[in-house]
């Protein structure tokens, strides 16, 4: 990690700065379909009279375009804050960064390195400048642009990257290997993807670190894996059995999510997992819609699994109006089970189980006698 006085040396070759932006020929342009040049034009439409541009301008409308490869980081205080992180930047910043995390906290890779290096004063981040960085099969095209408090000095910058992995032909192979002696082995293309999917599910998997939106991310990194991969059966096949894995005809997500996880993640929760992106594959869902797509079904993860369940047994459609009401009790409160009062010996209620396992009453079942009868005796049953 490297200091605001101390920038790693390899920065410097890696991330190349173009200062000069021809803005001139930018508005000349009716529409920029680069991303990072787009969102140039955006900032530039917000200068006004000011020297910079002002933070509190900044709309969500506005940054809908560059939203998911985009970073806003705030330089206001003595720490470097991340204000947001969009789902693209993830992977090249070694892994989910939450609003308010101080940058100095995170386990930045080569990428992260290059660009705190390149930000660590105040000069550095005054004016917009677009810049390359090229890692490996790793290639990096984007733009810083600085925002500000008050018009003049960058508190903010937000960098808009587009990214993707090449892949390497017999030449650059080749030269790969004679600068690496010391290498036995041509770096495998899917190994970047392999390591993206592992940072993203590392923070799920560490205790306390666990939320919904890095779940969605890491399930997310671990659907595009596969896609990615699948392309090259056989290359897939080798890549799995190099990390004692192999493809399962009935599971295809399930290798993915292994690397994701860990191959000793609860067995459970990777069947579930698998479940719901097959559902999301069935629907032609892409990996960067994943996340909303997952948000927006009814009952999240759990609705898709049991859907894609029903769906492989050959059970009928989704009952719309019945779906409807389940998703409208999940968002009930409920009450704790110690809080029941019955005004009978026996009775019914209604439990509902949310994602952490906690059972809440929902509500009590005026129930026939019959019914109740039949409770009492699967009861006697169970117990006998």
């Known amino acids: ?14 991330f190349v700065l173009r200062p000069e932006i021809n803005r001139g020929e930018r508005q000349a342009k009716k529409r920029e379909r680069r991303l990072h040049l787009r969102a140039f034009d955006y900032w530039h439409a917000l200068h006004g009279s000011n020297i910079l541009p002002l933070f509190a301008d900044l709309t969500a409308e506005g940054l809908l375009p560059f939203k998911r490869n985009s970073l806003l980081l705030d330089f206001s205080g003595q720490e470097t804050i991340v204000r947001f992180c969009g789902a693209e930047m993830a992977p090249l910043l070694g892994g989910v960064l939450s609003p308010g995390q101080k940058l100095s906290s995170a386990r930045l ?14 000069s550095s981040r005054q004016e917009a400048a677009e810049f390359e960085f090229i890692d490996g099969p790793l290639e990096c095209r984007g733009i810083l642009l600085p925002f500000s408090a008050r018009g003049e000095t960058a508190e903010f910058v937000m960098v808009v990257v587009n990214h993707r992995q090449k892949s390497l032909g017999a030449e650059e192979r080749e030269k790969i290997h004679l600068e690496d002696p010391v290498s036995e082995s041509v770096p495998d293309p899917m190994e970047p993807l392999a390591d993206a999917c592992k940072k993203a599910g590392d923070i799920v998997v560490h205790p306390g670190a ?8 890491a399930l997310s990194q671990a659907y595009r894996f596969h ?43 990777l069947t579930e997992y698998a479940a719901a992106l097959s559902y999301a594959a069935r629907h032609e869902v892409g990996p960067n819609e994943l ?12 609705g898709c699994v049991s859907r894609e369940r029903a769906f492989r047994r050959g ?17 009930l409160a409920g009450t704790d089970i110690s809080d029941l009062r019955m005004d009978n010996e026996f009775g ?27 409770a009492i005796d699967q009861a006697i049953k169970e117990h006998s």
Do not use: C, W
């Not at 666990?210 to 991310?217: A, E, I, N």
């Open 348 to 374: 019914l209620v209604l439990v509902r189980t949310d994602a952490a396992g906690t059972a809440k009453i929902l509500t009590k079942v005026d129930a026939s006698e019959h019914l109740l009868d039949r």
């Open 109 to 122: 890779n080569v990428f992260a390195e290059a660009l705190t290096a390149r930000l660590h004063d105040q």
């Open 315 to 331: 059970a009928p459609g989704p009952n719309p109006a019945r779906e409807k009401a389940m998703d409208t009790a999940r968002e």
């Open 210 to 217: 666990s939320t919904r939106d890095g779940l969605y991310l």
């Open 1 to 14: 990690m490297p200091t605001s006085n101390t920038p790693p040396e390899r920065a410097q070759d890696d």
């Open 291 to 302: 996340p909303e797509f997952l948000r927006n079904e009814p009952g999240g993860i759990k």
């Open 227 to 269: 896609i990615e991969a699948a392309r090259d059966p056989a290359a897939y096949r080798r890549f799995l059995k190099a990390k004692g894995l192999r493809q399962q005809q009935r599971a295809p997500f399930t290798p993915a999510l292994k690397l994701t996880f860990g191959a000793n993640y609860e067995k459970t929760r």
